[in-house]
């Protein structure tokens, strides 16, 4: 199964890759990921990712598109995978549909997750990201039960850098702007399934299963 994750920033992307991996046993591919692990590790794309995402602006689609697809071209995604937060503009889909065209593949869904704008900001600045396994939480909405403390793996909790009220209405904008008009392209597709993230986050991916098969 090859799959796209489509969803303004706070949609719930994350949080229900974490069950769609569970699920179905496929990779879970987030350049969001990559470029932070890139930023810690302190590499040359980190350098250059980072000016782009303290800003809440894309990174430019010559140091994203490659990436992608030496990612997806490894052996782990022969059988499907989910991508994350890829691709967040028109460009990126159109370079994405190429490759997988000369690979003789192609996606079967892109799970659209539909959340108002008024609940974005509230739901980013809340996240809170553990620093050792990834689980996210939220500070209200999905808590720990020890505060700051991860409950899968017990490591700290940390905030991500643009999870500032600034940078994510800054994000909020770019995705209306760059990344919505995906929702039409892909409807051409006839392969896009909405889903109501606005719902607790069992509903939500019992509503993604229902929309991808058991
Ligand atoms: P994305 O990857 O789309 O940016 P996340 O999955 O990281 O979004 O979710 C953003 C924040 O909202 C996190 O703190 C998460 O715990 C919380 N969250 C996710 N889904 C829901 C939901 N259905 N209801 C309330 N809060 C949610
Ligand atoms: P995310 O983890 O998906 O919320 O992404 C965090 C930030 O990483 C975004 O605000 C962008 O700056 C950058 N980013 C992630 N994915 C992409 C992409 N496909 N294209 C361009 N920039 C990206």
Do not use: W
Request: hydrophobic share 35%; proline share 3%; net charge negative.
């Amino acid at each position: 199964m090859r799959i796209i994750l489509l969803g303004p920033p706070g949609a719930g992307k994350g949080t229900q890759a974490a069950n769609i991996v569970e699920k179905y046993a496929i990779p879970h591919i987030s350049t969001g990921d990559i470029f932070r692990k890139n930023i810690k590790e302190g590499t040359e794309l980190g350098k250059k990712a980072k000016e782009y995402m303290d800003q809440g602006l894309l990174v430019p689609d010559e140091l994203t598109c490659g990436l992608v697809a030496d990612r997806i071209s490894q052996d782990d995604c022969k059988n499907g995978f989910m991508l994350d937060g890829f691709p967040r503009n028109i460009a990126q889909a159109e370079q994405l549909d190429k490759y997988l065209s000369e690979a003789g593949t192609k996606l079967d869904k892109i799970v659209n997750i539909e959340v108002d704008k008024s609940i974005l900001v509230g739901r980013a600045v809340g996240r809170r990201i553990c620093k050792s396994c990834g689980a996210t939480f939220h500070v209200e909405f999905n808590p720990t039960k020890v505060e700051g403390i991860c409950d899968k793996c017990g490591a700290e909790l940390h905030q991500r850098a643009d999870d500032n009220e600034e940078t994510v209405s800054k994000r909020i904008q770019v995705y209306l702007d760059e990344t919505k008009p995906l929702v039409g392209y892909y409807n051409k597709q006839g392969i896009v399934a909405d889903i109501n993230g606005d719902q607790a986050i069992e509903k939500v991916f019992a509503d993604i299963v229902d929309a991808l098969g058991e």
